[in-house]
């Protein structure tokens, strides 16, 4: 049994401190000015070795005193400098009241003079109570667990000797009550009545559960122990009588920040209490602003974030602070790159899961590069629905690299067709779509799959499986068998898609000239137009475009198709299109004229004719074979091979590794040539390379278009 000397310090003792400071040999404001400097400032603040190694740098405080003259702690707020962001955080004040812990902190020399306690009071102890249950304690527990109701517990505490109402005791007591109050009222819920204090059940003793919870909540502050306070906090955080709940919780939150800032909770404790708090108030605000409070109890103890644990523990905490956030991610930054190979796949799921909810807060790339290269060498440890946590956190998160690429090419090379999670072999698939990765194997794995397993596919799985063929201009070597199998589940589950879905599948099976005649008729029906513009506005606009260009592709590629079966646009709708391409076109207009010798054959941003209003039917800059030429309107129903098309490549047209088009820019290169255009293409990212450099540019410009000229020779 350990004890703990609590000193209660006389207001002789006080005045005999106080004569003591008043004759030293500075001045009494620079040493009331000093004291709180050292004893409110926290240690990692005095010592920054932590927030120094982050790159944090303390600037000022701003402390305003104690608002209450009996409180123990108060507030401040310091001013922290990451690079230059400047945050300004919260700080938590104690108020000192051992001198003997004053001197210590202060440097001031302790001799044996009065100051000293006295014999008297040398009495004024408590004990600590034991840190094992003992037999005593779990007896009484489980009479508190035979308990029916709150009055049961409440007349055996009256048979128990407050000595034995240790700290676990107390704090199962509380736990015992709240949870059979709140079990009645679930059963009874017209059992409450409205008092002055706020809501209380009919026909309780408010008096004595004032009394015995007041008891309680003494014993378990008094104990100091982080386990037993950081269990009554999610105890009080459940009652759901706010009458004496404010109180509570106030109560538990002051002698909470007390042991904080005396070093007494663990790092891992530190961050379960803020993962509390954020839930501590049914006002969110009020939850964040508390719980930024113990950010300093972090950095304090930096020290103890040496192990995968204590890692995954800081990282939970990020989405429940506000103002220290950005302080806390650039401690955690480093201090994760330092154990990556000790961690395992709980943990890195966890730091995942937390990324993913930082919406203004980036990290820093580093990591996910780490958590890349840890996928990589524990990927025969990783479980098939971990896999799909991780790589749909990276999606997410806007992050691939090589190495998370490879990665997903041996799950598909190593188990195919044995995958069990189908979703993750189509989140594969929305990765690839999305990064627009075009990976032979990848992709060739993913149409064997979906030939094994159609019958087992949901909606979404064919979805995202069957389009990334097209997006990509990816042919599977499955082939016939492959588009056998697509047609069929379309034909049986083509009611349970959304318009939008359908309508970009049959655009992408278009992007690889595979044509979907079987499925018009159903498109250009009554009842699947409501369906269109049901959707929501966005997916009504989408549609809407993406069918006109199946209607105009299908009408100039295929034969059988019989269309255009959508009317023609009245007016010209204005479109959002890319604001760097309309820019570039209008930087090349004059560099181009020059390049051919004649500004008045070329024009920008050109709307093509008898096409509808859609962003593959304009074309950037278009070379006419004379002025008069200029004058005119080309489009579907004219002679156009002696016009040139000027198409400028942005980066996003390409596939990640910038050497193969993606299947919708191919399909609009087709389509011109298809109506008789040459067609010029220019690389966006060469381009602004060489923009500012005239000579460079007019010859990439004479170039590429001298090669269109003598290719259109030779036919």
């Keep these: 049994m350990s004890f703990v000397r609590r000193i209660s310090v006389s207001s002789e003792l006080l005045r005999r401190s106080a004569c003591r400071l008043a004759n030293r040999q500075e001045p009494v404001g620079t040493a009331r000015r000093n004291s709180w400097h050292l004893l409110h400032q926290p240690s990692h603040l005095k010592n920054n070795a932590a927030t120094a190694a982050a790159g944090v740098r303390f600037l000022s405080s701003n402390y305003h005193g104690f608002r209450n003259p009996g409180a123990r702690i108060s507030e401040t707020s310091v001013f922290m400098q990451d690079g230059a962001k400047i945050s300004e955080v919260p700080l938590i004040v104690k108020k000192v009241k051992d001198i003997f812990e004053l001197y210590r902190r202060m440097d001031i020399k302790q001799t044996m003079c009065e100051l000293q306690p006295t014999e008297k009071e040398k009495d004024d102890f408590i004990i600590v109570f034991p840190d094992n249950i003992a037999e005593d304690e779990m007896e009484i527990i489980s009479g508190f667990n035979r308990c029916f109701n709150s009055a049961s517990i409440f007349r055996l505490l009256e048979t128990i000797p407050r000595q034995e109402v240790t700290p676990l005791v107390a704090v199962h007591a509380l736990r015992k009550i709240i949870d059979l109050e709140n079990s009645f009222e679930m059963r009874n819920p017209g059992s409450t009545r409205e008092t002055i204090r706020g809501t209380r059940r009919t026909g309780q003793d408010t008096f004595l559960r004032m009394a015995f919870m007041t008891m309680l909540l003494d014993i378990v502050c008094g104990s100091r122990k982080p386990a037993v306070i950081l269990d009554g906090l999610t105890t009080v955080m459940r009652d759901q009588f706010p009458a004496d709940l404010a109180t509570y919780k106030e109560r538990l939150l002051e002698e909470l920040l007390l042991c904080v800032t005396e070093g007494i909770f663990s790092v891992t404790e530190v961050c379960r209490a803020i993962n509390i708090l954020s839930m501590f108030y049914e006002d969110r605000k009020k939850c964040l602003e508390v719980a930024d409070k113990l950010w300093c109890g972090i950095a304090d103890l930096h020290k103890q974030i040496d192990n995968p644990d204590a ?37 890195i799921i966890e730091i995942m899961r937390v990324l993913t909810e930082l919406k203004y807060d980036k990290i820093s790339p580093d990591i996910l590069k780490m958590i890349s290269q840890w996928l990589a060498l524990n990927i025969h440890k990783v479980k098939e629905s971990e896999m799909l946590a991780i790589v749909y956190s990276f999606m997410q998160l806007e992050y ?15 188990k195919g067709c044995q995958i069990q999670e189908i979703d993750l072999v189509s989140t594969f698939c929305n990765v690839c779509t999305h990064f627009r990765i075009r990976s032979p194997y990848i992709l060739e794995g993913v149409s064997e799959y979906f030939v094994h397993n159609v019958d087992k596919l949901t909606v979404p799985q064919i979805y995202a499986m069957a389009r990334i063929f ?33 309508i970009d599948l049959m655009v992408s099976f278009l992007y690889i000239q595979k044509y979907p005649l079987n499925f018009k008729n159903r498109l250009f029906n009554p009842n699947f137009l409501d369906r269109i513009h049901s959707q929501a506005g966005p997916d009504v606009i989408h549609s809407r475009q993406q069918l006109k260009l199946f209607d105009a592709g299908m009408t100039l590629e295929s034969k059988g198709y019989g269309g255009p079966y959508l009317p023609k646009d009245p007016t010209y709708l204005k479109l959002n299109r890319d604001h760097r391409l309309m820019k570039m076109s209008d930087k090349l207009f004059s560099p181009l004229g020059e390049a051919i010798g004649d500004f008045s054959r070329v024009g920008s941003n050109i709307l093509l004719s008898s096409l509808p209003t859609h962003e593959n039917f304009i074309v950037d800059l278009m070379i006419y074979p004379s002025r008069a030429a200029a004058l005119l309107r080309f489009g579907f129903e004219t002679e156009n091979s002696s016009n040139i098309a000027v198409l400028v490549n942005m980066p996003e047209h390409y596939d990640r590794t910038h050497t193969h088009l993606t299947g919708n820019q191919l399909l609009r290169i087709r389509h011109l040539n298809i109506m008789g255009f040459r067609v010029m293409t220019l690389d966006f990212t060469k381009l602004k390379k060489i923009i500012n450099k005239p000579d460079i540019l007019q010859n990439y410009l004479r170039e590429e278009y001298n090669q269109v000229v003598d290719k259109g020779k030779k036919k």
Aim: glycine share 4%; no cysteine.
């Design 311 to 347: 890692v995954a523990a800081v990282f939970s905490t990020l989405p429940n602070l506000n103002k220290s956030r950005s302080i806390i991610i650039k401690i955690i930054e480093k201090k994760a790159m330092n154990v990556w190979e000790q961690y395992d796949t709980g943990h």
């Design 400 to 414: 691939v690299d090589d190495r998370l690429i490879n990665t997903m090419e041996k799950v598909i090379k190593l």
């Design 470 to 502: 097209g997006e990509l201009d990816f042919y599977p070597t499955t082939g016939f068998k492959f588009w056998k199998e697509l047609e069929n589940v379309l034909e049986q589950k083509f009611i349970q898609f959304r318009p939008k879905e359908i």
